[in-house]
């Protein structure tokens, strides 16, 4: 059994807005062993990336970690103070961002940004760091990189941006690397080959990552468990085998479903969730997804699931589970969304410029 | 905002979209709630209203003439002789001469918007609407005339031209000088926007179908650029105040003895160890006026963007 | 460039320019030349301009109001003397070859000196006065408007920026004038000495603190908002996050990501703000009786010195000209974005 990594118990992370409190992250325990890829799924807003900027307390204002723990090989993030967290960040701890361009100092070159993050840790000194700096450029395949090194990042493509700021997050090594959307702000073509890279370097170097997306297609291919969250909450986790094949949470099972699947069918459309996700600063009575849920029962909307145990190392919140819903209802569901989804059609079409 | 059945037989009136009216409605409200805003509108009206009134003051007594010399009293401090804020060295009283100034100050600030505003109008229309070489020529003209500092530039305006005569006539040069030293800001702010709206979609179609589109253009300009216009405009006045506060102070504005801040002050300078309170209210008087203005230019600003929020 | 049988190839300058201006090096030259080539209808412009305006004044520069009205064969001698009785067109080229070996002609006012050497006796008041205008605006300006948005929505915040609000808003010689009154009356009223009090005679004391800070004030002001805005708005950037995610220190983060980026748009202003000092030497000089180029613009207005105030004009645009030309060079030096083609 691979050690525990990082273990987030009951974590409660709040927005204090001038319109009310946000609950972002509203109760949420999870575990990453040493090597695991773990995949954590959601619609933007459901609180992915505020759990994951909470473990490296980067959370910004006017947030706050409100309570919870989240120990890294037994200590508490949480308590930590200025000196320590500096060091776990980047080096215990390391995390890559969502759109590369943005996320690069665009007057710095990229090779001194890459070896800032050494130095900083005194690991290595300024020539180590600067020989290491191409090792690693290398190693995350960005052709020539001796000369690449002195460039700027606005001189770089998007895939080869994040290549480097991957490069970066492993320069010290770290032991987790959460990767929080790695590929939304790239080209289909280059999304797999940063997966491709990710899955490489997971086998080659040991590193445990946390990949933080809302497409589905990608956690198939990396991760080994996955973690569905909704609403602040997690509403789902498990193998990831299991959980394609027989996900329990309506929710999941939506998602699952809005993917598009090359064994299936052309004349079975995608169906698309109806409504909208729920204001974080005033949720739903009950169980969170219910408004939107083609399978709600009354209980749902009076009492909130807790997360129960469905299946070997899978948990769902769920009051009705998809093993529970008749082939029937299922069919209805997909009529019902279908139908929605083709009156939008229409409407669109009449008036084109109705976004804009 | 529910959604009609959408008739789609009709063709499509590209109106002017109603939540423009909106917009102003909300700019109000924003504006209201900025306390210096409030308080610079406030300032400004009762500056306005002095002005206007001043004349009506002296008439009832209220408050001494300003042109009239009470030579037995000169440089009277504050509250002697009835000089409720002192005199000067020919003994007329300075709260007079201050309401009376502030006629001169508010309608050089004014009326200079009103003289740029056609000009900037114009060549930025041009220049955005034309492209090509002439907007590029323009732009260059606009370049080469920004290199000129303002202020050296209106001082060698009124020293070639300096009618004597009635205030108005001696104005007549300031105004212009100084709003040919500002007009190039109004100009741009106005080509950027017919740029923009020269890029949207149904001016191609307008083009492509051959009706010269610039009726199209100017309809969109004015609701779109209007609240820019206004800030562009609003923050004009205190540069304008300021620029002939400077050449009074310097002498070459309006000659004596009509009553101008800027020449309060210099006169007050000159006394200023003997009586040092007559340079110090005409200066304050100019400089919360122009604090003010900015207050209601910053004011309008965050009122009239729609990407500020708090 | 390209040799064949002892002929240069038509177009290889073509080429090896182009070649030339690959390099970032190359590019920057070109940039410069450009700009500098720039220039030159710039000042004519000014030339041109106050020229035209010199000559629009009624009457002549010798009819002096309330002074003794000179006989007629004097005058003719001295529009021969300094080249009046020739037409227009012709003083103006004329003018401007003089320029252009730096002969600004002969002052009106003082018989027999030259502009240029007036200009020349006024420079080191007005540079020193810019100088120590600009060493002060810089470091406290960017300073004030750092620190009020690291410390944003505290009171140091509303503090420096109300300040810097309320001195953008006093125009140059009300602050000279309420600093003259509130300094040097008050000082005199209570020790009778002369401290702070405005001199003649000109060394870098203490007499100078007031005009430099009444200089410096607005731009400082000015500097202070922009620098503030500009940190505000690159401290939400995603670049100063992954900074953090780094483990990187709050020194390192402020100064190599936050200020590396926020004063790039500061830098831009440095041009006006030059300009600004320049304009604002004029009035400075006069209010604190500083015998530098600005006063003697001032007083060349009021006696109608036209020869004085077109070298003067000419003078300022230069050196505005050039200001604003190191700043836009500075600039692509600072910003690795900035395409030069």
Known sequence: MAPTLLQIEDLHTQFFTSRGVVHAVDGVNLHIDAGEVLG???ESGCGKTITALSVLRLVPDPGKIVSGRILFRGKDVTKMDDQEIREFRGNDVAMIFQDPMTSLNPVTRIGPQIEEAMTAHNRFTQQQARTRVIDLLKRVRVPAAESRVKDYPHQF???????????????????????????????????????????????????????????????????????????????EEGPVDQIFKSPQHPYTWSLLRSVPR???????????????????????????????????????????????????????????????VSDEAIDNARAASLASSEAAKKLKQAVPDAGR | MALAQPAIDQPIDWEVPEKQLGLWSDAWQRFRRNRLALVGAVIVVVLVLIAV???????????????????????????????????????????????????????????????????????????GYAGGRIDNLLMRFTDIWYAFPDLLFVLVVVSVWHPSGSPFFQLLPIFGAIALVNWVGLARLIRGQVLSIKEKEFIEAARSSGSAPIKLVLKHLLPNSLGPIIVTLTFGIPQAIFLEAVLSFLGVGIQPPTPTWGQMVFDGYEAVYANPSSAVFPALAIGCTLLAFSFIGDGLRDALDPRMRR | MAVIEGRPRRGALLRWLAAFSGTRGGALGIFVGRRILWMIPIVFFVIVITFFLMHQAAGSPWDKAGGRQLSQSVIDNLNAKYGLDKPEWQQFLIYVWNVVHFDFGLSYQYEGKSVTSLLGEGWRYTATLGGLAFLLIVPVGVGLGVLAALRQNTRIDYATMGFATIAASFPNFVVGVLMVVVLSVTMYKLTGGSFFLPSSDF??????????????????????????????????????????????????????????????PVVTTLGPTFAFLVTGSVIVETVFNIPGIGRSFVVAVESRDYPMILGTTVLFSVVIAVANLIVDVAYVFIDPRVRLT
């Open chain 1, 262 to 324: 090359v064994d299936e069918a052309r004349k079975d459309r995608l169906v698309s969730i109806r409504g909208l996700p729920p204001d974080l600063s005033n949720p739903p009575p009950g169980c969170k997804f219910h408004p939107r849920c083609p399978f709600v029962i009354d209980h749902c909307k009076e009492e909130e699931p807790p997360l129960g145990e469905v299946g070997p190392n899978q948990l769902a919140r769920c009051w009705v589970l998809m093993r529970t």
């Open chain 2, 53 to 127: 009134l001043s004349p009506l003051l002296v008439h009832f007594g209220v408050i001494q003439d300003p042109y009239h010399q009470d030579v037995a009293n000169i440089e009277a401090t504050p509250g002697m002789a009835g000089h409720p804020l002192g005199s000067d060295e020919l003994g007329r009283d300075t709260l007079a001469r201050l309401m009376y100034g502030s006629q001169i100050s508010l309608t050089v600030g004014l009326l200079v918007q009103v003289i740029i505003f056609p000009i900037g109008l114009a060549i930025g229309l041009a220049a």
């Open chain 1, 40 to 42: 954590v799924v959601g």
């Open chain 3, 203 to 264: 060394g870098i004391d203490d007499h100078l603190i007031m005009p430099v800070i009444t200089l410096a004030l607005l731009p400082i002001a000015y500097t202070a908002r922009l620098t503030r805005a500009s940190t505000l708005d690159t401290i939400r950037q995603d670049y100063v996050r992954t900074a953090w995610a780094k483990g990187l220190t709050e020194r390192l983060v402020v100064i190599k990501h936050i200020l590396k980026n926020s004063l790039i």
């Open chain 1, 157 to 235: 493509s998007g895939g080869m941006r994040q290549r480097a700021m991957i490069a970066m997050g492993l320069a010290n090594e770290p032991a987790l690397l959460i990767a929080d959307e790695p590929t939304t702000a790239l080209d289909v073509t280059v999304q797999a080959q940063i997966i491709q890279l990710m899955k490489q370097l997971n086998r080659e170097l040991g590193t445990a990552m946390m990949l933080i997306t809302h497409n589905m297609a990608l956690v198939a291919s990396l991760c080994t468990r996955i973690v569905v969250m909704y609403a602040g909450r997690i509403v």
